[in-house]
Nanobody
Framework: QVQLVESGGGLVQAGDSLRLSCAAS????????VGWFRQAPGKEREFVAA????????GYADSVKGRFAISKDGAKNSVHLQMNSLKPEDTAVYYC????????????????????WGQGTQVTVSS
């Protein structure tokens, strides 16, 4: 099971940008599909964005489409979530998740499709 560590969260104002990073301990992300999820207080964890293990295919929740971008950095063994035009409703704990998927081209959007999770990083957007 891959060990994941998120970073990059913080407190920003509406309209600002943040870049979250997810690092894998002791492994490469080359054969892993990776996703970002978020959970606001009192709400269920929800899908935000995902990328296939080969990095060629991505998917986004409708609420973040056009504002967020997920990418893989093979050289640094990390996955990033660039978040632009942040809104107060983006406030949540953001989690990175991964699953081994060697064939490469598929990404996953459900929490139960992943078996490795990070501890989360808080993102707070003030109005």
């Amino acid at each position: 099971q891959v060990q994941l560590v998120e970073s990059g969260g913080g407190l920003v104002q509406a309209g600002d940008s943040l870049r979250l990073s997810c690092a894998a301990s002791g492994r490469t992300f080359n054969s892993y599909a990776v996703g970002w999820f978020r959970q606001a207080p009192g709400k269920e964890r929800e899908f935000v964005a995902a990328i296939s293990s080969n990095g060629e295919n991505t998917g986004y929740a409708d609420s973040v489409k056009g504002r967020f971008a997920i990418s893989k950095d093979g050289a640094k063994n990390s996955v990033h979530l660039q978040m632009n035009s942040l809104k107060p409703e983006d406030t949540a704990v953001y989690y990175c998740a991964a699953r081994y998927f060697y064939s490469g081209s598929r990404y996953f959007m459900k929490t139960d499709e992943y078996n490795g999770w990070g501890q989360g990083t808080q993102v707070t957007v003030s109005s």
